[in-house]
């Protein structure tokens, strides 16, 4: 007991990492000695997202041992914050009440995203536990597309009549506080539903009690619909600074809204994507460091095994140059160099192409004025590396004939990966394919196989051979 005390004092002079570390050292030291009791009370003082982390770092036998020491009204915290693989781990495991307990008790939108990510069958049974309310909620949601506003939307809110007074509505706040994810924002409605105006509470607190709501509401109000794609939706809120989205269907109904912390794990999820893709990944939303070893080889194959291939047609192609190579062997010596560092240009271009599309810092620019950009800084890369690469390979052959070809075959292979780098993106999306998957392949067999082409057509033009 004396540790945990000593835990319980350190925990307010610690960052935040340190004290997930700290946790979780404890907990799973604590769980091997069999200390439930210890083990149950430094989760105390902890907070739920903390706790949360703290378990998906224990060894996966420990997971639902850890979760069952919190109780009820935690453990429905907890269970919100952890990683779906966990999640899912845990329905596995826990009792069927338990599980009834901690879903039927859960957010809308969350619930729906956890059944994204489960079997069917393990979804059909949990729905039938379910009470009817939340049951017909999840449905309702799960009704939506993947991906859209309406699937991520939550339908717990509160909403107010133009007729209601500045009393009214407070009391209806205290009310329903407990049951909406959002009380800073009241949105107001017709009879029919029909979204009309918005309200913030601190209009609303520093308005006189017996004002009109259709006096002091904002009718000018942005909104999204439920077929909104979900990243649109993110744009949305962090353009404007949103706590919150309204979401409405086709006859301008309000259903449901979108929370700025939703939109936190959208920019997350998407990002990670992106960044996953970009490397040739295919993660497919699941967090790549809980995934099985096999099914991670089996999404990083595929485009190595594109790669594999372009080496083999650049194999051929170098082949096919014997007598060149036969007369001047250095020239080999520098085809690392040329490729590697289109490669690299290439890449450079595509990344900042497919940020500016997800961000839509490019949308004001015409394709044609990104690409004519970044072919004017190929030419300008091309030039500073080409004369480095000159006067390099001068100084290593002593051949001012290869230096030259060198030289202009890096200019020319900068040129040439900055216009691929910049085109392909918008390529594939015109062909409805993500731009971050399928760029950095294409863009490598670009580079790689035009790029010897050219290097070597130079080299005999300049060589004379």
């Known amino acids: 007991m004396t540790e945990t005390n000593n835990l319980s004092s350190i925990i307010q002079n610690v960052s935040r990492r340190e004290l997930r570390d700290l946790v979780r050292t404890q907990l799973q030291m604590l769980l091997k000695a069999g200390d439930l009791q210890g083990a149950k009370a430094i989760l105390v003082s902890v907070q739920p997202a903390d706790i949360a982390e703290a378990i998906e770092g224990l060894p996966k036998a420990m997971h639902a041992l850890a979760f069952r020491l919190l109780s009820k009204d935690e453990a429905i915290e907890v269970y919100e914050y952890l990683d779906y693989s966990v999640q899912e781990r845990l329905i596995e495991e826990l009792k069927?009440?338990?599980?009834?307990?901690?879903?039927?008790?859960?957010?809308?939108?969350?619930?729906?995203?956890?059944?994204?990510?489960?079997?069917?069958?393990?979804?059909?049974?949990?729905?039938?536990?379910?009470?009817?309310?939340?049951?017909?909620?999840?449905?309702?949601?799960?009704?939506?597309?993947?991906?859209?506003?309406?699937?991520?939307?939550?339908?717990?809110?509160?909403?107010?009549?133009?007729?209601?007074?500045?009393?009214?509505?407070?009391?209806?706040?205290?009310?329903?506080?407990?049951?909406?994810?959002?009380?800073?924002?009241?949105?107001?409605?017709?009879?029919?539903?029909?979204?009309?105006?918005?309200?913030?509470?601190?209009?609303?607190?520093?308005?006189?009690?017996?004002?009109?709501?259709?006096?002091?509401?904002?009718?000018?109000?942005?909104?999204?619909?439920?077929d909104t794609d979900q990243e649109e939706v993110a744009r949305l809120i962090q353009r404007y600074d949103f706590l919150a989205v309204p979401v409405v269907d086709r006859e301008q109904r309000l259903v449901g809204i979108v929370t700025v912390d939703d939109v936190i794990d959208i920019l997350q999820q998407e990002t990670t994507e992106d960044i996953y893709a970009l490397g040739g990944v295919q993660s497919g939303g699941d967090n790549y460091f809980q995934m099985n070893l096999l099914e991670i080889a089996r999404k990083r194959v595929v485009w190595l095994l594109v790669l594999l291939v372009t080496n083999t047609i650049t194999g051929t192609i170098i082949k096919s140059q014997e007598d060149l190579l036969a007369k001047v062997v250095t020239l080999t010596a520098f085809m690392p160099l040329l490729t590697g560092t289109g490669g690299n240009v290439g890449a450079q271009s595509s990344t900042?192409?497919?940020?500016?599309?997800?961000?839509?810092?490019?949308?004001?620019?015409?394709?044609?004025?990104?690409?004519?950009?970044?072919?004017?800084?190929?030419?300008?890369?091309?030039?500073?590396?080409?004369?480095?690469?000159?006067?390099?390979?001068?100084?290593?052959?002593?051949?001012?004939?290869?230096?030259?070809?060198?030289?202009?075959?890096?200019?020319?292979?900068?040129?040439?990966?900055?216009?691929?780098?910049?085109?392909?993106?918008?390529?594939?999306?015109?062909?409805?394919?993500?731009?971050?998957?399928?760029?950095?392949?294409?863009?490598?067999?670009?580079?790689?196989?035009?790029?010897?082409?050219?290097?070597?057509?130079?080299?005999?033009?300049?060589?004379?051979?």
């Open 96 to 226: 069927s009440q338990e599980v009834r307990d901690i879903v039927d008790q859960m957010s809308p939108d969350d619930r729906a995203r956890l059944f994204d990510e489960l079997p069917a069958k393990v979804v059909n049974r949990l729905l039938e536990q379910l009470s009817p309310a939340e049951r017909q909620a999840t449905a309702q949601l799960l009704g939506y597309e993947a991906d859209t506003a309406g699937r991520i939307m939550t339908l717990e809110l509160i909403s107010l009549k133009e007729n209601f007074t500045g009393s009214q509505a407070l009391e209806r706040i205290r009310n329903f506080a407990n049951a909406s994810e959002m009380i800073y924002y009241l949105y107001v409605t017709d009879a029919e539903r029909r979204l009309t105006g918005i309200v913030s509470l601190r209009e609303l607190v520093t308005s006189e009690p017996e004002q009109i709501i259709g006096e002091i509401m904002t009718r000018d109000v942005v909104f999204v619909h439920t």
């Open 352 to 465: 900042v192409v497919i940020r500016g599309m997800n961000t839509d810092e490019i949308r004001s620019l015409g394709v044609l004025q990104v690409i004519g950009r970044e072919a004017i800084a190929g030419v300008l890369l091309g030039g500073m590396l080409g004369t480095i690469a000159t006067v390099w390979a001068y100084y290593l052959q002593g051949r001012l004939e290869v230096a030259i070809a060198v030289g202009v075959s890096l200019v020319a292979i900068s040129i040439l990966a900055s216009i691929s780098g910049s085109a392909l993106p918008f390529l594939f999306r015109y062909l409805r394919l993500d731009p971050a998957l399928m760029s950095a392949p294409f863009i490598t067999t670009a580079v790689d196989v035009v790029g010897v082409l050219i290097y070597f057509n130079l080299a005999r033009v300049i060589l004379k051979l």
